[in-house]
């Protein structure tokens, strides 16, 4: 996944930043983060990490996300940055990296600190030669990274495309249990919009242009597909591209929610999509395993939700489909942090298994560090639901980390998002018209990148 729920940031208006900033005193730090929800396990973290260190680290929050990226975008200008940010992994970091916002601290993120990292999501935050070939083209937002630096460590994981459900609006609609293929999926949409027609649909925080993209049309479209024909349709043979058969038949399949979007969808953030479902607004709701701790922050118990991973076709060429897990937010320590070597302990403190388990606990997410045997009695009932659809085999399970192994260099997945939404919600081009549009845009990027 890239930058699939990064901010768009330019790498050219940060550039700019300079002064100093971070915490002076050598016994405070300060950390930002975007997510409410893991404020409250922070702190309780940086109480710890006081009593064993003497080391204060306040901890600041700015919500929703655009607000967040603005704020950074400011202080990186104004010299105001703190020592330690919270950011999407596999894509922002990578923006401030090459915008020298963040520094490289690969040597240093190593020994015990490495291995507690789960193995899947250690390459996470590392610049590698496919990351940085994949930077090259001047048009992308990282390009000026440094191959084999480390921006970020992972500190949560998680995937996407996972579903909840208003489990009374179900019941009031006669549907008792979770839907198991996109067929029933689409059923249960109809059945409970005919029931509730203000609020019995689908809310999904669109105004985020990747979303519908990441989250929904590419694990579908693997699952109907299978890997290689999904996977095709981004390359530069348009017999297999969007606009091909297999490309209308995925965008055809997509196109079935149109009529049970919630009113707006296209203009609600991430966090407005997933308020308005715990308000009651829609009854179904996309986002991923760290949307269950916002939903609870907003006041829905989790036992009155019911969680599953977006179903796949019963007749695809993957009918049990896996979601394959990802880092989905890391730390960065800033190039102008005045005490790199405390920000460092601190991050290396958060991945003890202790406190990453209290820390999951507080936030109901999952952590980067590997709880092991703890893990199920860690996370409850719901959130290891949600982690069990991640397990499959190599072969039924989409990795959405994928992408730089067939699409274009520099490919952007907010260009093909921002098309996708004038299919559907806003009905503003037709599924042949989308499916043309989608190849060119492939094409023009293979173009630009020379191949």
Known sequence: MALATATVLSAGSLAACGGSSGSGDSKSLTMWTFKQSHVTGLRHAAAEFKKKTGIDVKIQAYTPDDAYATKIQSSAKTGNLPDVLEIHSDGEERVFGAAGIVSDFAGDFKGAWADRIQPAVKESGLITEARFKDAEPKTAKDHGIVKGARYSVPLTVGTFGTVYANKK????????KAPATWEEFLAALKATKAKDSASGGLSLGLKVQSTGLTWVLQPLAFAQLGQQGYEKLFGKDKSADFSSPNGLKVLSMYNELTPYWMAGSQSLTIDQADQAFA????????????????????GM???????????????GAVPDRALGALALTGLSVTATSKQPD????????????KVAADFAKDASDIPATELGADSAKVLGPTLTALVESTKGTPQNTYDPARGNEFRAPGYEQDDAGTILADLTPLKQFTVPETAKKLSELNAAYWKAAGQ
Do not use: H, Y
Request: hydrophobic share 40%; no cysteine; charged share 20%.
């Open 169 to 176: 609006k179900l019941a009031a609609a006669g549907i008792t």
């Open 279 to 298: 308000q009651g607004k829609s009854t179904f709701n996309i986002g991923g395993t760290f949307t269950l701790a916002f939903l609870k922050e907003n």
């Open 342 to 353: 405390n920000a460092k302990k601190w991050m290396q403190f958060l991945s003890e298994p």
């Open 301 to 315: 118990k989790p036992e009155d939700v019911l969680a599953f991973g977006l179903p796949a076709p019963e007749n």
